[in-house]
């Protein structure tokens, strides 16, 4: 049985957080690095469970001002002088489940939670899912950005 849920960071659990961090951590491109105080920087967390196996997450994030300077700094045609202050991300729906609809799902309840708000997303190149969906939801390209030297890097946005 299916179980989804959308929290703000004050009402998680610390099972729901470890659960949120170990599945987030099951990303080989995601930097562990302060990982614990980057999570507890959220505004919401989405946990998509199977049974008792979280099987999919994502979140709205509130970045920090270093991270969202080098964006900025990294696009290669500047079209944004700054950002808006929150950031949609950090999805993942295992393997075994994508394709399914359960990343689109979470990001759709994951924008009817918020107010009406600017939100940016940063997604690689290659990930064609994720760029479909950042579309499908109002979000328009704005640049390629350089975050390191092995991936390139896309920023989508969200104006209301």
């Not at 987030?24 to 998509?48: G, P, Q, V």
């Not at 994502?58 to 950031?87: F, H, M, V, W």
Request: proline share 3%; charged share 25%.
């Amino acid at each position: 049985m299916f179980n989804f849920y959308i929290k703000e960071i004050d009402q998680c659990t610390s099972q729901e957080l470890s659960d949120f961090k170990n599945t987030l951590l099951e990303r080989s491109e995601i930097n562990s690095e302060n990982i614990d105080k980057r999570i507890l920087r959220t505004k919401f967390l989405a946990f998509h469970y199977l049974e008792s196996k979280l099987i999919g997450i994502g979140a709205i994030k509130s970045p920090s001002c270093g991270y969202r300077n080098r964006i900025l700094a990294g696009q290669d045609t500047p079209s944004l002088n700054e950002l808006p202050d929150s950031e949609i991300g950090w999805f993942y729906v295992h393997n075994d489940f994508q394709g399914k609809g359960i990343g689109g799902y979470i990001l759709s309840e994951l924008l009817k939670k918020t107010p009406p708000m600017n939100l940016f997303a940063v997604t690689e190149y290659t990930n064609r899912e994720a760029r479909h969906l950042l579309a499908k939801n109002n979000f328009s390209f704005s640049s390629e950005i350089n975050l390191n030297k092995e991936k390139v890097y896309l920023l989508y946005s969200r104006n209301m």
